[in-house]
């Protein structure tokens, strides 16, 4: 009898401590969300340079309004840039949030590119040094298949002053930003890489070097 006692003790307990989590969120969700917020106003995507270092812009990505409807960014930028000499090819994706309150959000690759068909075939982190920064970023890799084909996405979030890896994190923030700064707005940053030959290591370097040479640029378009 006194261990069933303990068992329901225990569960009391654990039922008490979920509900004041929920509770706790709760809280933070209203005060995160009420009151007036700082909204800012970016630079347009569409001016950001067509050349970083060896790497120039050589097309244009159309999205189709069907695709703008569903994501609901307020910019979006696509282009496909190649690496002058190696040949390599990137395609940078921007999508950028002035705010978060009304149910805009950034889609998580991890979520709409097999959507599209796409198939995962592998899932891991890296840390990427930037020229110029004291300590790396650390972005999400993520290698997928279709059909015949085959690319390494890396993609993160950024925010005010972060560079953020995890969607869990990315929603953490948005809250403590919310708060603290009166601020939702954030981005999705996107770069594939397609893989030829097999080569994933090379096509990885590519998407590596690609980032280390617009990361610093690209940042001047979202907001501070």
């Known amino acids: 009898m006194p261990e069933a006692n303990t068992n329901r003790g225990f569960l009391r307990n654990r039922h008490a401590l979920v509900l004041s989590l929920a ?15 700082d909204v800012p106003v970016p630079r347009p995507l569409n001016q950001t340079p067509v050349q970083f270092g060896d790497w120039k812009m050589t097309a244009e990505g159309v999205i189709e309004q069907e695709v ?14 190649t690496q002058g000499g190696a040949g390599r090819v990137a395609s940078l994706f921007v999508a950028y949030f002035k705010s978060q309150r009304t149910g805009q959000a950034p889609h998580s690759p991890k979520n709409c590119m097999p959507g599209a068909g796409w198939v995962p075939s592998a899932s891991d982190a890296l840390r990427i040094p930037i020229p110029g920064m004291a300590a790396p970023i650390e972005v999400n890799r993520y290698v997928v298949t279709k059909g015949y084909e085959k690319s390494v996405v890396i993609y993160w979030y950024q925010t005010r002053d972060r560079v953020i890896a995890s969607e869990f994190e990315a929603k953490f923030y948005l809250v403590v930003d919310s708060i603290r700064r009166h601020r939702s707005d954030t981005a999705l940053i996107r770069v594939v890489s397609p893989v030829f030959n097999d080569d994933e290591a090379g096509a990885t370097k590519a998407a590596v070097e690609f980032v280390q040479s617009f990361f610093v640029p690209l940042s001047q378009f979202l907001p501070s």
């Open 23 to 37: 509770l706790m969120a709760q809280t933070l969700l209203f005060y995160a969300f009420s009151g007036t917020e």
């Open 68 to 81: 703008r409807d569903v994501l609901r960014a307020d910019d979006i930028v696509s282009r496909v840039y």
